[in-house]
């Protein structure tokens, strides 16, 4: 399985666009790039994937360049509410017979946004 | 559907006990996930089913935990003998496996064993 590496922690103010960065070197071809949001007492909610280029839809994009070995999940014009950890994570989710049927969850980035 | 659903929400148990979960999927989910997490840290992988068949168990999982999902439906987490380590929030996902990784977690199960 790929793993990833994501900033612990970072601070950000509301209505600022805000974009977390996530490192993937062995990203394999049919990977794809998850990344959940989770607040605390609840679980992880899924907000967007891509395989490459540029995903967006109505709360937020990613970008993958061309190498995939990273990815960019960019939330624009964040809220208080936006306050989160937020997971990145690499697989195929077990659809071309390998061993990656599971989700693996890092540590994940928390996000503060403060007023 | 309303998703995921885990029962119950809260268990507080004293060491030495059995306890069991259970984990309500999407109804044409075929695939389902358990997870514990503890303070701090993301969810930690336990084991998966694809539809009744348990495919892979993280080795993490000691002999006192089971799992099942006897009619690929519903599926259920058995802790024996528990121990104040055993104390986390136990989260169960499901998804549908059609070539991509968007899965539906439940609100979790939180375990207090004192």
């Known amino acids: 399985l790929a793993k990833t590496t994501q900033p612990i922690s970072m601070d950000s103010y509301e209505g600022q666009e805000v974009n977390i960065t996530c490192s993937h070197n062995n990203i394999a071809t049919n990977d794809y790039i998850t990344w959940y949001q989770q607040f605390p007492s609840q679980g992880p909610r899924f907000i967007i994937q891509g395989y490459k280029t540029k995903v967006t839809n109505e709360v937020a994009s990613l970008f993958i360049p061309a190498d995939r070995k990273s990815s960019t999940l960019s939330l624009p014009r964040v809220s208080l509410s936006d306050t989160a950890v937020y997971y990145c994570l690499v697989g195929d989710g077990g659809n071309y017979g390998g061993s990656q049927g599971n989700l693996i969850f890092g540590k994940g980035t928390k996000l503060s946004v403060k007023p | 559907d309303t998703g995921v659903s885990q029962d119950p929400r809260h268990k507080i148990t004293k060491r030495g006990q059995n306890v069991t979960f259970r984990c309500d999927p999407i109804s044409e989910h075929n695939r389902l996930y358990w997870y514990r997490q503890t303070l701090g840290q993301g969810p930690e992988f336990l084991t998966y089913?694809?539809?009744?068949?348990?495919?892979?168990k993280s080795r993490l999982l000691s002999d006192r935990f089971s799992a099942e999902r006897p009619k690929g439906s519903f599926s259920t987490l058995e802790i024996q003998r528990t121990e104040q380590g055993d104390s986390a929030m136990y989260l169960c996902a499901s998804t549908f496996v059609s070539g991509n990784t968007e899965a539906f977690f439940g609100q979790g199960t939180r375990l207090t064993v004192v």
């Open positions: 089913f694809q539809n009744e068949a348990q495919l892979e």
